[in-house]
């Protein structure tokens, strides 16, 4: 058991207390030590099996003694019994937008509605209107998120699908009758949501059945759905499916190609193979006379097909197969020309860490920079900083600078773009940043006209450098604004304003697909964690992969400039 597993317990425990209409304080007391236990950073173990936990602000002898027994049970009675008490669809129910534990209580208990299907119906007969706290707009609200929930709910975030792919490769690596392992799929060509995770494995015909036992028998295997000597079907704990496929070894290369897809990458490529007089599938690369052409690997497929070599992240029929025979494929960044790390919130406004823990976080894991943004004053929710506040996180981070070698803290801030597309602090307040980070936070509803003229109009100001997470999507979870990127993008070439890609895995703004445009525009794209505690810092990784997709170098990229680059970037326009 690890800390993340302890939070989601403490979490879980708050959600069931809610919904059963416990003592609010009791609620917020799980809810609270959730959040503690997240930001702290020493051994949480080790304190909770000496006694001491209770001298953490915020965890009393309650929380105490069941964080004691879920390490040493891997469970809680009262949350078990709970659970008895809850219908099951309810937590279900609880992954509707708007539809928090109070909600869900209130068409419980008083409409008698415990899953998805009866609180639809109950929507479509007009039923939540007269409800107490919900009204018509409120009811339309849960019938768009029903749909929403209904087409995204076979597929999982990236970071979640990767974390279980990881641990099905490692414990499957080290099987003695694995000969070569990868993971395939949508999750090797760095998709943001999955449906299934895929595994591809090169063995002997002798040692299928002994794999495939191993991978159906492994410890977070909810259901099996499917299994066979060529291919087996698991259901994970988490609700992801993950499929096994096992092919002799020489085979390897072709099929790894084939399930790494896309389908239309796979299609296109086919069709240019059948002009050479070759066919492809996932068995070979074979002549008219159907004797195969060995490959030791992908690449070596892609050069008898006189093509250069196409990473997976590009494989989506979007250009690539063009550029490959053109040998105009790109460089793709990589996460060594990372120099700094550029969006990251403190404890000055919504982050659990400090400027000086997050610093040498950083530099720890071989960075030499780091931009402080936290939220500026209209973001009350987040504890937006006051002129005051800034004056004195300017101070510390000058303090921080003196006492650090080989690195740097960057003062900036993530300042609100308000309705009418000015920023949350005058240009006198602004000038004292190294860069600023224009986001909108609020006032979602507007058309695409409003929304486009309000960032452009935002990102006019002289002292904008990034255009933060520019769609404002969540995914799963709710759809941007509508704003038309095409016109920002060009607004942003014109301006010298470089675009976030936001790499928090929820977000993943700006999507892949407008990446290429805005590299062709000479756009730089910023790739930023948008953390709030130390370990959301290595998020950044989502935004390599997603980066890598929309085929961006390390020229294209603004963090892959040093700390002095990135500076006189953000000063070039203030002087223009």
């Given at each position: ?12 425990m708050a ?10 304080f ?6 609270n ?25 915020g ?17 809680s ?20 937008q708007?539809?928090?534990p109070?909600?869900v ?13 009866e ?28 749909e ?52 591809l ?11 495939m ?8 295997v909810?259901d ?9 079907s ?7 499916n ?6 002799e070894?020489?085979q ?13 990458h ?6 240019y ?8 599938n ?18 070596d ?27 105009e ?10 120099k700094?790390?550029?969006?990251v ?45 800034i004056?004195e ?22 300042c ?14 602004l ?8 986001s ?7 058309s ?21 997470h ?5 995914l ?11 016109a ?5 070439s014109e301006l ?10 929820h ?17 730089k ?20 992969g ?24 953000a ?6």
């Open positions: 058991m690890d800390k993340k597993q302890l939070v989601e317990y403490l979490e879980e959600v069931l207390l809610d919904l059963k209409g416990e003592n609010p009791k609620v917020r007391a799980y809810a030590a959730a959040r503690i236990l997240q930001g702290y950073s020493g051994d949480i173990f080790k304190i909770i099996q000496n006694n001491e936990i209770t001298k953490i602000k965890i009393g002898k309650g929380i105490a003694d069941f964080l004691s027994e879920v390490i040493e049970t891997e469970k009675k009262e949350a078990e019994n709970l659970k008895k008490e809850i219908p099951k669809g309810l937590l279900e129910m609880l992954k509707i708007g539809m928090g109070k909600k209580r209130a068409v419980w208990k008083l409409l008698n509605i415990t899953n998805i299907g609180l639809e119906y109950a929507c479509q007969e007009n039923r939540l209107i007269d409800l107490e706290g919900f009204g018509k707009k409120t009811q339309d609200k849960i019938l768009i998120g029903i929403f929930l209904k087409k995204y709910s076979e597929r999982h975030l990236i970071s979640k699908a990767r974390e279980e792919a990881d641990n099905l490769y490692n414990e499957l690596k080290n099987l003695p009758a694995v000969i070569q392992i990868e993971i395939a799929g949508s999750l090797r060509r760095w998709k943001e949501t999955i449906k299934d995770i895929d595994l494995v090169g063995a002997t015909d002798s040692d299928r059945e002994k794999i036992d191993f991978f159906t028998h492994l410890s977070n909810e099996v759905s499917g299994k066979g000597l060529t291919k087996s698991i259901i994970l704990k988490s609700g992801i993950a499929d096994l496929r096992i092919v070894d020489h390897f290369p072709y099929a790894l190609h084939h399930f790494t897809g896309s389908k239309e796979n299609v296109a490529m086919r069709e193979a059948r002009k050479l007089k070759l066919k492809m996932e068995y070979g690369l074979f002549k008219a006379n159907e004797e195969n052409i060995p490959c030791k690997d992908e690449r497929i892609f050069s008898h097909l006189n093509m250069a070599y196409i990473p997976p992240e590009l494989r989506e029929n979007y250009g690539e197969i063009e550029a490959a025979l053109n040998d494929i790109p460089v793709l960044v990589n996460q060594e020309e990372i700094g790390i550029v969006h919130h403190s404890n000055y406004s919504d982050g659990v860490n400090s400027i000086e823990e997050l610093a040498y976080f950083c530099q720890k894991n071989g960075y030499r920079y780091l931009v402080i943004c936290d939220h500026s004053q209209s973001a009350a929710y987040a504890n937006g900083l006051t002129i005051n506040q004056t996180q300017h101070r510390e981070i000058n303090d921080i600078n003196s006492n650090m070698d080989n690195f740097r803290v960057l003062k900036s801030i993530e609100d773009i308000l309705s009418d597309g000015t920023l949350d602090y005058d240009n006198k307040l000038a004292t940043f190294d860069l600023v980070i224009a909108i936070h609020s006032g979602f509803k507007m695409e006209e409003e929304a486009t003229k309000r960032v452009i109009r935002a990102i006019e100001n002289p002292y904008v450098t990034i255009l933060g520019p769609t404002g999507r969540l799963l979870a709710r759809e941007g604004y509508p704003i038309d990127m095409n920002v993008i060009d607004a942003a010298n304003v470089a675009i976030e890609l936001n790499a928090n895995p977000r993943l703004d700006i999507d892949w697909r407008l990446l290429k445009l805005a590299k062709l525009k000479r756009v794209i910023s790739i930023n964690p948008d953390a709030h505690r130390l370990e959301g810092i290595k998020d950044i990784e989502y935004g390599i997603i980066a890598r997709k929309g085929w961006l170098t390390q020229s294209d990229v603004l963090n892959c400039l040093t700390s002095d680059e990135l500076i006189q970037f000063k070039i326009r203030q002087t223009n």
